[in-house]
């Protein structure tokens, strides 16, 4: 296995358990769980999500690219950024159950299209499907 491999297996490993993770403290959010103020739901996540971003740049460093110079890669940032945000609101900021909600599906919309984008390697996403016959 060479070493770009895997980078990019615990890159998408990570990607898997962050937005796993994000998902199970969206529902502890929702249903009132004590769980989401433990100490561990709060410094677990940190710790995947620098090993998702380390892994990712020593990708980019392997490649010899930069990120701004590909454009699903650019489109990635973007909805990361987005994701980062919404979640934060999500989870943190959001005064209503019903604005929470909604920051929270528009979170884990934002985690589909990253995905998307990572598989097609194209910002277009889903868009590039063929039409369901």
Known sequence: ????????LVHMSCA???ISGFTLRGYWM????????????RVVPHIIDSLLLATAVGMLFIWRVSPLQVDWLCAKIVALLAYIGLGMVALRF????????????????????????????NP?????LPPAA
């Open 1 to 8: 296995m060479t070493l770009f491999a895997a980078l990019k």
């Open 16 to 18: 898997f358990l962050s």
């Open 30 to 41: 929702l249903s009132g769980n004590p769980l989401l103020r433990s100490r561990a739901t």
């Open 94 to 121: 959001a005064k209503t159950a019903r604005v929470k909600t909604i920051a929270w599906l528009l979170a884990l919309c934002c985690a589909g299209y990253i995905i998307v984008v990572a598989y097609t390697k």
């Open 124 to 128: 277009m996403g889903l868009m590039l």
